[in-house]
């Protein structure tokens, strides 16, 4: 059962970094909260610039979200393995998450502004 997951809108414009470049700039943003975890954001691909990401062989399962793919993001001269995940279907009480990425902070810079 999910119901300890929460997801809502961000009000911040975020912005994520690799090697200087901003590999997502938007003001769609989500904020997933699950327990006592820290929040995580994720964003709408359509603000990321796909074109620096590829896909890995690594997968993972939540019980929660269901299965995420990941990426290596690549930009600026820096490449980070398997930085960013997204579930590209994810279980229906997350599908607000569908079609978003999220970023290991200590792989990336996020920046919030606002």
Known sequence: MASHITITPTPKHVRVVVGGVAVVDTTRALSLKEGSSPAV????????????FTRTTRNSHCP???????????????????????????????????????????KVAIEEIG
């Open 41 to 52: 954001l994720y964003v709408p691909r359509a603000d990321a610039r796909m074109d620096m």
């Open 64 to 106: 929660h979200k269901g299965d995420a793919s990941y990426y290596t993001v690549a930009a600026g001269g820096s490449e980070q393995p398997d930085a960013a995940w997204s579930y590209e279907t994810p279980l229906p009480a997350m599908s607000q998450i569908a079609g978003h990425l999220a970023f290991y902070p200590n």
